[in-house]
């Protein structure tokens, strides 16, 4: 093959509630490659280089003098989700400075898990997009999420990913199913 038929796909942004996506703690290279892609094994057992997460944009701070990056708050049914753009992501730091909370926004970014002087572990969102979206795109969002998460529940420990996850997370399904049935309960289609 040349290098003209080599042809590079993205990632799936995998949809994922903010309350699954805070117990997440393992994240792994897959290839030796500096720019070998970077995931995180969701508790549900599957792997997700970018996510897609819609909810109500609650907060954002401009910070920084001479690198200037935004941080924010975006919330779903099942909590908050911590995002951020850079100047690595100009685009995205161009969107969110333009949006005034509180919004409903959809944003598509990658996931990174840091570690804390103190030893504990935090996710946030590195912002690829952001768009504000009205409450019938967060509801179908929700719905499509629950289906998503349910999904994972049920094939748990047949996939390699959802075999890790369970050594990983010991996680309890009825949890999920009741984070699931939480979310649901504040959408109104």
Do not use: C
Not at 86 to 106: C, D, T
Not at 117 to 142: Q, Y
């Amino acid at each position: 093959m040349n290098r003209r038929q080599i042809s590079y796909e993205r990632e799936p942004a995998r949809r994922v509630f903010a309350s699954e996506l805070r117990e997440t703690r393992v994240q792994f290279k897959e290839g030796e490659d500096e720019k070998s892609p970077t995931y995180v094994l969701l508790p549900s057992g599957v792997r997700a280089n970018r996510i897609l997460i819609v909810g109500t944009l609650t907060e954002k701070q401009r910070q920084g003098d001479q690198n200037i990056f935004y941080r924010g708050r975006v919330a779903d049914p099942t909590g908050p989700f911590f995002i951020m753009a850079g100047s690595y992501q100009p685009e995205a730091m161009q969107q969110i400075a333009r949006i005034e909370p509180p919004a409903f926004v959809a944003v598509v970014g990658k996931p990174n898990i840091f570690e804390t002087p103190d030893g504990k572990s935090l996710l946030s969102i590195r912002v690829e997009s952001i768009s504000v979206v009205d409450r019938e795109t967060r509801d179908l969002w929700v719905l499509d999420t629950a289906r998503d998460t349910l999904d994972r529940i049920d094939a748990m420990g047949t996939t390699e990913d959802s075999q890790r996850a369970q050594e990983e997370y010991s996680i309890k399904p009825e949890l999920y199913r009741k984070m699931v049935y939480d979310a649901l309960s504040q959408i109104h289609l």
